[in-house]
Structures are given as C-alpha cells and as structure tokens.
C-alpha cells in the first residue's frame, strides 16, 4: 500500500485543500479529537477527567513525555521550572525599547523570539539536552515575560518571580502584585486559571501548532517556532477569540439592541460579522472545553461574588443561537473561548491579555508537538503545492 500523496504524485494529480479540511500533515500520539461526539483526550486521557484531577504542570509533563509523571517526578520538574524562572537582566530592559501601547501578544512573540539570542546552543536542535533545556526555559520564562507584558502596558514596575511560589501563583502575583505591599493569592482565582490553562494545552494540528511544526521542520530552533506559533495565535479566528468575544459582548450591551438583533445581523452576514467564541473547523458539536470553561464562569463569579451583565448576555446569546436554525443546520457550537474571556475579565485581566493567557496554556501542546516532529526520523521540511493560476508564459514586451 501506498499513502495518498504518494498515489496523487505518481498519477501525476495535485489535490487542492485551501486551509487543510482534510488533509493531515502528520501523525501525532499527543492529543485525540473526535469533533462529531464531543471527544478530547490527552494522550489517551478524557480531557474531563484532566482537568478535575491534575495541574498544568503535570498535564505539560504528561504532553510532553507521554505518561504521567511520579510524584518524585513531579517534584523536580516543577523545582526545575522554579529555577529557571529568572529573564537575563538584559531582556527584562528589552521592554523599555517597546511602546506602552504594544500589544501584548506582540510583545510576546517578540520577546520568546529575543529569548534564542540568549541561548545560542538551542540552535543545536539535535542535541536532547539542549532540546530539554530549552523547554524548561521556556516554561519558566513564558510566563514571566506575559506578565511583563501586561505591567509594561499598564506603566508599572516589573517583579521578580518569587521561587518560593506555585507556578500559577507565582504568575498572578507577578501581574497583580506591586512592590509596595504584599500580595495575597486568592486560591479561588489560582484554581480557576489552573484549570483554564489545562483546558488550552493541547488541540492536536490547530493554526498554531501547525505553524510551530512547519516552522521546526525547517530545523529552526524550539524558541524561533514558538515564536511564530504565538504569531499564528495571535489572529481573531483562532487564539484572538478570546478578546474579540469579550469586545463583541461588549457592543451588543452598549448597542442597547439587544441579542436578538445582533444575531439576525450574524445571520445576514452583515460587514462580515460572525459570533465570536462560536464554531470550530473540527467541533461539529458541543466542544468538551466550552462546558468546563461555562462552569468555571459560575463558579468564580460566585465565589468572588461579581454579577457581570456580559455573563448574562452570553447566556443570553448561547441559548438564542443553539435554538437558531441558521446555527443548528452549520454545526456551530460555542467553542472553549465564548467563556473565558468573562472569567479573566473577573480576575482582573484586561482583555488584551486574554490571548496571551491562551499562549500560556497552549505552550506545553507546541513544545510536545514540536519534539514529536524534531524527533520522528520521517519528518520531512513541510512544503505545501499550489495551483498556479496566473499568467502563461509571455514575451518581454518591447519598451
Ligand atoms: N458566526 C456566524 N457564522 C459562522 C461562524 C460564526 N462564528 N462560524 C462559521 N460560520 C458560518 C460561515 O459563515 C459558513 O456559512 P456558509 O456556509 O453560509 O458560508 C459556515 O458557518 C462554515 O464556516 P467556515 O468559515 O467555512 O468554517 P471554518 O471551519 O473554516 O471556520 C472558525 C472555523 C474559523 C472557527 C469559524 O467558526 C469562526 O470564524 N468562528 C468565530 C471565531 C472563533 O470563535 N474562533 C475560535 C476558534 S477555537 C480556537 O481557535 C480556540
């Protein structure tokens, strides 16, 4: 037997599939989907089942290295990823040379770039020490670098991680700390982010991680094609949902209009207007993440006792569009993002950091995905075919 492309390629076809419906570009061990039931599994593990029982940083090692790790395991990554936490004090003024008004996914797909500056020996993509060095660095930078991020738009002091402190933990106090007083984690809040960063960290051979895998296989280092999987993010139909629902809930509260009216221009398609945080190109019904994520918007907004009427017009919106015969007859769903945005919008964040919280959650399914592919013998440079459809050859004209 023979694979398909191989066939296409004898047989001399060229099968065109614009923006991949149906094409795979790999094989891959790491994440399940099946989008007609609902079904997400981490290396083989219901993604329910993760997120109730376990953290980020043991659902990272269980991506990365394919089981779950001992508690003595454990233990030392974490200790690992605390020590490595620290950004050269020549990055940390790397932000000084970029405006307030950066946006922060910006700032943080420029700075992960920076981040090979430093370490040159990552370009040594052979060599597993240097591979697993460089994903404890990034682990343990990536965070600190977003808070950077975020105090840098907001014009305050930058901190220095506090070691002693839990990876989630650590991360809030280095946004919503200052220098002038202690600051006091809420456990309601860490528990909550948690779990919403376990909920984004894999999503097999979505935009970005394909990005960060077409970039590997160039054999550029882990950081340049993290980098560029942050950029890939970045956009309003993939990773930018997030921010772009809580804009959306925002205008429909200010509009005065009402869900109704919103919906009926979704369904005209007026200017292109789509329901953010609704559909997916796999989930063709309810996405496993957005139940979870739906939960958790109760539970922290009730625990930290804020009534935000842009909960209630995402309810509002979910139930108008699920009844709706335009959304019934294309599948569309509410996908893991129509939620988030409420939530981290409880905990303080500003919207335009709400992709960046997504990037921090999806680090560990790039960083799996892109040693899967640095590792499999049969890895070949990803070089996609076109149709060309310009002009046949003409003469130079005679000018
Ligand atoms: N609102 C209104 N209509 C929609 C939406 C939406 N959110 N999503 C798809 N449609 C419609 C399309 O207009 C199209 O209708 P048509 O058949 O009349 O032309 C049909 O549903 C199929 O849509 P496609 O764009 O072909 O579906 P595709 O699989 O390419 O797109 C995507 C998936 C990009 C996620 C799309 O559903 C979308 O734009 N959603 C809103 C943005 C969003 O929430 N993105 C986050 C995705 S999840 C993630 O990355 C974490």
Redesign the pocket.
């Known amino acids: 037997s023979i694979d398909i492309s191989t066939f296409m390629k004898q047989t001399g076809y060229t099968a065109l599939d614009q923006?991949f419906?149906n094409t795979a570009s790999t094989r891959s061990e790491i994440t399940y989907i099946d989008g007609d039931r609902g079904i997400l599994r981490y290396r083989g593990y219901a993604i329910e089942d993760v997120a109730a029982n376990s953290t980020y940083l043991e659902v990272a090692w269980l991506l990365i290295y394919g089981e779950l790790p001992s508690k003595s395991q454990l233990e030392e990554f974490d200790e690992k990823i605390r020590r490595h936490t620290l950004l050269h004090e020549d990055l940390r003024r790397f932000f000084d040379a970029l405006p307030h008004s950066a946006h922060p996914m910006s700032v943080l797909s420029s700075a992960v770039s920076a981040l090979s500056t430093y370490y040159e020996d990552s370009h040594d993509v052979r060599d597993p020490e240097q591979v697993e060095i460089s994903t404890i660095r990034l682990l343990a930078k990536l965070p600190v670098i977003a808070a950077y991020a975020h105090k840098k738009s907001l014009g305050q002091a930058l901190l220095y991680p506090d070691n002693s402190m839990s990876f989630v933990d650590n991360f809030l106090k280095l946004n919503f700390g200052n220098m002038a007083e202690e600051y006091q984690v809420n456990p309601v809040l860490s528990k909550a982010l948690d779990r919403l960063l376990i909920l984004h960290e894999d999503?097999e051979q979505?935009?970005s991680t394909s990005t960060v895998r077409l970039v590997g296989s160039t054999e550029a280092n882990i950081f340049a094609s993290i980098s560029a999987g942050i950029n890939a993010l970045y956009g309003?139909?993939?990773?930018g949902?997030?921010e772009?629902?809580l804009k959306m809930l925002g205008e429909i509260q200010e509009s005065g209009d009402g869900v109704q009216k919103f919906v009926d221009r979704?369904?005209r398609?007026e200017d292109g207007v789509?329901?953010?945080?609704?559909?997916?190109?796999v989930y063709k019904s309810f996405?496993p993440r957005a139940r979870l994520v739906k939960e958790s918007a109760d539970e922290v907004l009730a625990d930290l006792g804020i009534s935000d009427p842009l909960l209630d017009i995402a309810r509002e919106l979910e139930e108008v569009a699920l009844a709706d015969d335009?959304?019934i007859e294309?599948k569309?769903y509410p996908?893991?993002?129509?939620y988030t945005g409420v939530i981290y919008k409880a905990m303080g964040f500003p919207p335009r950091m709400f992709t960046v919280l997504?990037a921090i959650g999806r680090l560990p399914g790039w960083i799996a995905n892109w040693r899967e592919m640095n590792e499999d013998p049969k890895t070949k440079i990803g070089r996609p075919q076109q149709l060309y459809t310009g002009p046949a050859a003409r003469d130079w004209p005679q000018r």
């Open positions: 923006g419906v999503h979505n935009a309003p139909l993939h990773g949902a997030n772009a629902v979704v369904k398609k789509r329901l953010m945080g609704f559909g997916h190109r996405d335009y959304f294309r569309l996908n893991v993002d129509f997504f």
